[in-house]
């Protein structure tokens, strides 16, 4: 069966500081994988997603990067955490082609001090 | 940019009462769907409808869309303090474009 893995589930930063969070997926090949951030009582916000090795989509554009250097591994990574990066970050993924629901990860709440 | 938006934002019900949320959304899609979301935790898919489908069941889920009025609705029947949770609709624009995410509504359900 298809698992997701995220972590770590919760994380406390200084301001200026890197960032990198680690998303797999196991039980299946070639997924559709995004990272969405959630702020407290607010709606998904779409930072990044991907259809394949190296091929990265960009939704928003700030101090964070996504990379994929496997085909079902998905990482988020900023060089400077700003105090604005804090938040609930999610990855996801999603069988090509097929319209079907997403798998999301338990998550990653960030907080920046 | 956020396409779904919910209504309400929160409801309180008792127990053994229904729960409707409503969702309603501004370009053409390719369905819909539905998730919940516990406190602190990730999203869990529901249920989806297809465009050219307007009405959907699973279990105590009744989910309805009226793609003339760009909108959708998701009736919890008998609700159980359980079903306490955030719920967010979520747009399918077709090909590879991703899901885009609505606010969501707080449903509480009282025992």
């Known amino acids: 069966s298809q698992t997701i893995h995220q972590w770590p589930a919760t994380l406390v930063q200084p301001v200026g500081s890197p960032l990198s969070l680690e998303c797999t997926v196991e039980?299946?090949?070639?997924?559709?994988l995004y990272w969405y951030r959630q702020a407290a009582g607010r709606g998904l916000q779409l930072l990044f997603y991907?259809?394949?090795?190296?091929?990265i989509s960009s939704e928003v554009p700030q101090n964070l990067s996504a990379s994929r250097p496997q085909d079902r591994q998905f990482i988020l990574s900023s060089k400077k955490l700003l105090l604005s990066d804090s938040g609930f970050y999610l990855c996801?993924?999603?069988?090509?082609?097929?319209?079907?629901?997403?798998?999301f990860g338990s998550g990653t709440r960030l907080t920046v001090v | 940019s956020q396409q779904g938006e919910e209504d309400p934002q929160a409801l309180s019900i008792q127990e053994g009462e229904n729960a409707t949320m409503n969702c309603s959304y501004k370009?053409?899609?390719?369905?819909l769907q539905w998730y919940r979301q516990n406190s602190g935790r990730g999203l869990v898919h529901l249920i989806l409808?297809?465009?050219?489908?307007r009405e959907k069941h699973s279990g105590r889920l009744r989910v309805t869309l009226d793609t003339s009025k760009k909108s959708s609705s998701l009736l919890i029947t008998a609700s159980r303090a359980a079903d306490t949770a955030s719920y967010f609709c979520?747009?399918?624009?077709?090909?590879?474009?991703?899901?885009?995410f609505g606010k969501g509504t707080r449903l509480s359900v009282i025992a």
């Open positions: 409808i297809r465009s050219n489908e």
């Open positions: 979520a747009t399918d624009a077709g090909g590879n474009t991703p899901l885009v």
């Open positions: 370009t053409s899609i390719n369905n």
């Open positions: 991907s259809v394949g090795i190296g091929q």
């Open positions: 039980g299946t090949s070639n997924p559709n």
């Open positions: 996801a993924w999603s069988v090509k082609g097929a319209r079907s629901g997403y798998t």
